[in-house]
C-alpha cells in the first residue's frame, strides 16, 4: 500500500521567516496531494492542495510543490505569522479509489 | 450549514462493551470515511465508502464495523471495544470519486478501560 513519509516533524521559526515542510510518497497511483492544517483540538482542515498533473500551486502565502518524478511534494509558507502555528499534514490520496495516507504531522511553532 | 457530525464527541467505556460512533453529513456527499488519530501517527484510514452500500477497508480495519444504508449516514461499529482502540476519530465526507477535498467532523475521543 501507499506510504507517506514527512519531514520534519517539529519545525520552530520567527514571526516573517518562511517555513517548509516535505513529504514523500511511494505509489505512483496517488493522484490528489492536499495540506491539511489542525490547530489544538480542532479538526483537520485544507489549506491547500494539489493534482498530479500540476507542479505547482500557490495561496496568497502558502505554495505547494509537486515532483512526480521523485515522488515528494512541498509545503511553503512565507512571512509566517504566530497564527500560522499548528499541526500540518500531507496526505496522498487515489481520488478515484478512494484511499488517503497521511504523513504524520509537523507541528510548526511560530515565535513571535 | 454544511457540516459533519459526529456522535458522541467524548466517550468512556469499558472493553468489551459494544458501541457506535455516529456521522451525518447534510452535503449529499456520495463518499464518506472514517479516521483514527494517535500522537505522533497522523491520521489513518478505517474505512471508506464511495457511496450507499459500498464500503471499503482502509489501512486498519480491525475491530471496526461500518455500514453505509443511506447517503448521509455513516456510522463506526465497534463490536468489542479494546484499550488499544484507545484514540481520537475522525469522519470525513467529500463529494464524489472525483473531487478529493475532505470536510472533517469535530472528532470523537474514545477511551476504553
Known amino acids: 500500500g501507499e506510504n507517506v513519509e514527512q519531514h520534519p516533524s517539529t519545525l520552530s521559526v520567527q514571526e516573517g521567516d518562511s517555513a517548509v515542510i516535505k513529504c514523500t510518497y511511494s505509489?505512483?497511483?496517488?493522484?490528489?496531494f492536499p495540506w491539511y492544517k489542525q490547530e489544538l483540538g480542532k479538526r483537520p482542515q485544507l489549506i491547500i492542495d494539489i493534482r498530479s498533473n500540476v507542479g505547482e500551486k500557490k495561496d496568497q502565502r502558502i505554495a505547494v510543490t509537486l515532483n512526480k518524478t521523485a515522488k515528494h511534494f512541498s509545503l511553503h509558507i512565507t512571512e509566517t505569522q504566530p497564527e500560522d502555528s499548528a499541526v500540518y499534514f500531507c496526505a496522498a490520496t487515489m481520488v478515484r479509489a478512494g484511499k488517503s495516507t497521511f504523513g504524520d504531522g509537523t507541528t510548526l511553532t511560530v515565535k513571535p | 450549514e454544511a457540516q459533519v457530525t459526529q456522535n458522541p464527541r467524548y466517550l468512556i467505556t469499558v472493553t468489551g462493551k459494544k458501541l457506535t460512533v455516529t456521522c451525518s453529513q447534510n452535503?449529499?456527499?456520495?463518499?464518506m470515511s472514517w479516521y483514527r488519530q494517535d500522537p505522533g501517527l497522523g491520521l489513518r484510514q478505517i474505512y471508506y465508502s464511495m457511496n450507499v452500500e459500498v464500503t471499503d477497508k482502509g489501512d486498519v480495519p480491525e475491530g471496526y464495523k461500518v455500514s453505509r444504508k443511506e447517503k448521509r449516514n455513516f456510522p463506526l461499529i465497534l463490536e468489542s471495544p479494546s484499550p488499544n482502540q484507545t484514540s481520537l476519530y475522525f469522519c470525513?465526507?467529500?463529494?464524489?470519486?472525483?473531487?478529493?477535498?475532505?470536510?472533517f467532523g469535530e472528532g470523537s475521543r474514545l477511551t476504553v478501560l
Open positions: 505509489d505512483s497511483a496517488s493522484n490528489y
Open positions: 470525513a465526507s467529500r463529494w464524489d470519486s472525483n473531487t478529493g477535498e475532505l470536510f
Open positions: 452535503m449529499n456527499h456520495e463518499y
